[in-house]
């Protein structure tokens, strides 16, 4: 690689100099609606990242509070936004994915931000090698109103698909996957209400012979507060669609589905050693 190619900026967490291909495109998409307050966060987020290769494509499904006008004051920043009527977040994600141009295609929902400003510069630097799949990190959950108060900590550790039926998978939010993976699988099926993203991940990690790598750090802060744990139904009805995802992508069945929630129970412990990653 030529040096005209390379692009390097600071030092990352580890004491290496992130030195990566300016050649791999990152398309980063965020869903909203009606979440004026967060969004600028989110978007922040992206705009600051040291990696210069980025795509930032906003889906609004019709927003009225306010939203809109926060994304007329990103006009000229943003790669990509829209406004319209949807079917919920996944769909607008596969709105996301059919406009989106990058190499590598991720996401960043409107309540997060990015664990620090070389994320996806450590993302590009994974890709670098072609025969790289998909890449993933570490999860923070933090409060609503505080983004140092850390209430669980998710880490993810490196995959081998055997895992896949003890219920392991990777934080959603971290994951970054190549763009012929989604043309090869498909977007989020929207028959899922809430785990079209567990489906997903069972489709994508389910390859024969994937090639995905484990980045070790923090790549996403997600703010609690999500669809799937507001209520007692809303937990029911996803642990259904999990289950329905196991069967229907023939990785296991009740087992796994325990296994799952059970590997939750150590992220509340490991809170307090968010120093270390």
């Known amino acids: 690689m030529s040096e005209s190619s390379r ?3 600071g030092v990352n967490g580890f004491g290496l100099r992130l030195v990566v291909s300016v050649k791999v495109r990152i398309s980063v998409i965020t869903a909203v609606f009606n979440n004026r307050e967060m969004l600028p966060g989110a978007l922040d987020s992206i705009l600051s990242q040291s990696y210069p290769n980025v795509e ?3 889906i609004d499904g019709a927003s009225s509070d306010g939203t809109l006008e926060v994304l007329q004051q990103y006009r000229g920043r943003l790669s ?3 406004s319209e009527p949807d079917r919920g977040l996944y ?3 596969n709105k996301g994915i059919s406009r989106a141009s990058g190499d ?4 960043l929902h409107s309540d997060d931000v990015f664990g620090d400003s070389d994320v996806l510069a450590r993302v590009a630097l994974a890709f670098a090698d072609p025969e790289v799949q998909a890449v993933y990190g570490d999860l923070l ?3 609503r109103d505080n983004l140092d108060a850390v209430v669980r900590y998710w880490s993810a550790g490196q995959f081998c698909r055997e895992r896949l039926g003890w219920g392991w998978m990777p934080p959603h939010p971290t994951l970054y996957v190549r763009r012929e993976v989604f043309q090869r699988v498909g977007g989020f099926d929207t028959s899922y209400r809430i785990s079209a993203d567990y489906d997903h991940i069972l489709r994508v990690f389910s390859q024969p012979e994937l090639n995905a790598v484990y980045l070790p750090s923090v790549l996403v802060r997600m703010r ?3 669809s799937s744990n507001r209520s007692l139904p809303n937990i029911l009805r996803k ?3 999990d289950y329905r995802a196991l069967r229907e992508n023939r990785v296991g069945g009740l087992g796994t589905l325990a296994w799952k929630n059970l590997r939750k129970v150590g992220q509340f412990l490991r809170r307090g050693s968010v120093g270390a990653a």
């Open 104 to 107: 590598v295609i991720g996401f």
């Open 7 to 9: 692009s390097g900026r």
């Open 239 to 241: 642990s259904s669609e």
């Open 80 to 82: 990509f936004s829209c």
């Open 56 to 58: 930032t494509l906003v």
């Open 224 to 226: 609690l507060g999500g």
């Open 91 to 93: 769909d607008a994600l």
């Open 141 to 143: 959950y933090v409060r």
